[in-house]
């Protein structure tokens, strides 16, 4: 896929356990109605068959052509395994009612499954810790994907420096994508500029700070970026909402947001771009505004004998296994 072709923002369709599947499916409709082309779906997110039944509708009728979409799904946890990935995908592409993928990721860069809706201190006893061979078993299959057509470009997702250090040299395909946490509080500079560098395209989950994110996820520490004084001041001066500010930084800086709201999606599209830029000086605040706050830890894959979170993201710059 062309990189320099995907939509500049896009809908998350990860419900955080807060919103049925068909929420999620009605504003997946009413996305696509307002202008949304591209939308982040996943296996794991419990959703994709009425979000399927939403993207044959929208063709069907004529409302949207499938080559002015751009659709995203990513293989889970539970499927890394020899001959998974393509029985994963071929679910997805059954679920969502396509022929083809125009991206898909590996969700999280080990095997590691947990139960659907469990508390923040659940662990499987299969967990383990990072592995490249591991990785690079889902990998291959991944390639095959797109060898064969059934995807148009593959990516990586919460992946840290080392890990991409272990597995770029062993990719025939590299990943034209990567999705990472990125919002004001949490910006990533190191890891959105090494994919910058190597022609990888960043894809912002979180772009807001994700409110909605369920409860096993939050802890007191945890900063809002859209409570950040520089978010406000700056939403202030231009009469929007803070989260608007948010997903204006993400396009600005080269990133593409990709928002959740069942409500506010409208909105969040038609401001982010019908509003002025932020300018130079505005841009540069932000950026000195950057709290290293991760609110997605993943705590729940952790492996028996890891410390906590911190873990599974090669905080001190190397793997931890």
Request: proline share 7%.
């Amino acid at each position: 896929m062309n990189i320099a072709k995907i939509p500049k923002i896009g809908l998350g369709t990860f419900g955080s356990d807060r919103f049925t599947p068909a929420q999620v499916a009605n504003a997946v409709k009413g996305a696509i109605d307002c202008g949304y082309r591209l939308f982040d779906c996943a296996a794991v997110y419990g959703n994709e068959d009425l979000i399927g039944e939403v993207f044959d509708e929208a063709i069907n009728s004529g409302v949207v052509k499938r080559e002015e979409l751009t659709i995203i799904s990513k293989v889970w946890n539970n499927m890394h395994g020899r001959g998974d990935v393509l029985l994963a995908c071929a679910k997805s592409l059954r679920d969502l009612r396509l022929e083809y993928l125009d991206i898909y990721f590996v969700h999280w860069p080990f095997p590691n499954y947990h139960a659907p809706g469990v508390d923040g201190d659940a662990r499987h006893p299969d967990s383990r810790p990072f592995r490249a061979d591991d990785f690079m078993t889902c990998w291959r299959q991944m390639e095959r994907l797109a060898d064969i057509g059934l995807v148009k470009s593959i990516g990586m997702s919460n992946m840290t420096i080392p890990k991409l250090d272990a597995v770029l040299p062993q990719c025939r395909i590299k990943p034209a994508f990567i999705e990472l946490e990125l919002h004001p509080a949490f910006q990533q500079e190191q890891l959105f500029d090494y994919c910058v560098a190597k022609g990888i395209q960043p894809i912002g989950y979180c772009p807001i700070g994700s409110p909605n994110r369920p409860e096993r996820d939050k802890t007191p520490d945890d900063i809002a970026a859209t409570e950040l004084p520089e978010i406000t001041e700056i939403a202030e001066t231009l009469g929007v909402h803070p989260a608007i500010v948010c997903l204006k930084w993400s396009v600005q800086i080269g990133a593409v947001p990709i928002p959740f709201s069942v409500n506010n999606y409208k909105a969040n599209l038609e401001q982010t771009f019908n509003t002025r830029p932020l300018t130079d000086a505005e841009v540069a605040k932000i950026n000195r505004a950057d709290k290293n706050c991760r609110l997605i830890k993943g705590q729940v894959f952790l492996w028996d004998g890891a410390k906590d979170w911190r873990d599974l993201w090669d905080e001190d710059g190397v793997i931890v296994n």
